[in-house]
């Protein structure tokens, strides 16, 4: 049962190279302008605004989702290969007591921003319930290009949301 709930939700959010953008129809903020924000993370004040020009992953996560744990590994790699090209940022709006912790385990080097009381992931998610892992990929001009709502597979995949987004990215 459960690995058909999977199933049924990948589905969902996937989208076939070609027709649309990740998340299009399924989730309101995708088209839309990103809506600014600063936040405050480990290494400083980190703003939207100062990083348009570059496309942006944003990464929503949680200390207690394995799967977004999972997830920053993946966006570190990705940060290391191809962080000329898109800017990634997460942003964790529960626990930040363990964030210090899980960063040091996982070496994240892409900046970690604390969201309290998930005003900032609440303005992009735009749900009655939040979920994580919560991937959105903002073009160079501030427009939210796709949204990706479920673990991310590998760099490869995330290469392929990101074309799919219309965020070319070159070896």
Request: charged share 20%; with cysteine.
């Amino acid at each position: 049962m459960a690995v058909l709930a999977i199933a049924l939700v990948l589905s969902l959010l996937s989208v076939p190279p070609g027709e649309g953008l990740p998340g299009a129809g399924r989730f309101p903020i995708v088209g839309q302008p990103a809506p600014q924000f600063s936040l405050r993370g480990l290494a400083g004040d980190w703003s939207l605004r100062d990083h348009l020009g570059k496309p942006v992953i944003i990464a929503f996560w949680t200390t207690w989702c394995g799967a977004c744990i999972v997830d920053l590994d993946i966006l570190e790699e990705f940060h290391r290969r191809y962080g000329d090209q898109v800017e990634v940022v997460a942003v964790c709006p529960e626990r930040w007591t363990e964030v210090p912790r899980i960063l040091a385990e996982h070496r994240v080097d892409y900046p970690v921003l604390y969201d309290p009381g998930a005003r900032v992931t609440a303005s992009y998610e735009l749900l009655e319930n939040l979920r994580y892992p919560f991937t959105v990929f903002v073009d160079e001009t501030g427009r939210v290009t796709g949204v990706w709502a479920v673990a991310l597979r590998d760099v490869e995949g995330l290469l392929q949301l990101l074309a799919q987004a219309g965020i070319p990215v070159v070896d």
